[in-house]
Nanobody, 115 residues
Framework: QVQLVESGGGVVQPGGSLGLSCAASGNIFSINAMGWYRQAPGKQRELVATITSGGSTNYANSVKGRFTISGDNAKKLVYLQMNSLKPEDTAVYYC?????????WGQGTQVTVSS
């Protein structure tokens, strides 16, 4: 059974930083890409950032220059460093790992940016 577990969410003031981590356990033998998505109340889930097995990254325009994704395919780990956080970054953040057979999702971690 595959399980993705996120950690690192919390409450931070505008302009602050947070780092999210996601670790996968179980039978994942190959990962095409890993990523982070978020869902704010009343909104659809949206892409935040992705990283391919080759190391290519992609970011939502709203987070470019502020967020950095990194990962280790072999260890089944993915990270998201978030700097210069804004209130509009408040959401539940989900990690994602895409394998040749199917995508896997974590349960989500809450990030709240508020003064």
């Amino acid at each position: 059974q595959v399980q993705l577990v996120e950690s690192g969410g919390g409450v931070v003031q505008p302009g602050g930083s947070l780092g999210l981590s996601c670790a996968a356990s179980g039978n994942i033998f190959s990962i095409n890409a890993m990523g982070w998505y978020r869902q704010a109340p009343g909104k659809q889930r949206e892409l935040v950032a992705t990283i391919t097995s080759g190391g290519s990254t992609n970011y939502a325009n709203s987070v470019k220059g502020r967020f950095t994704i990194s990962g280790d395919n072999a260890k089944k780990l993915v990270y998201l460093q978030m700097n210069s956080l804004k209130p509009e970054d408040t959401a539940v953040y989900y990690c994602n790992m895409n394998t040749p057979s199917r995508p896997y999702w974590g349960q989500g971690t809450q990030v709240t940016v508020s003064s």
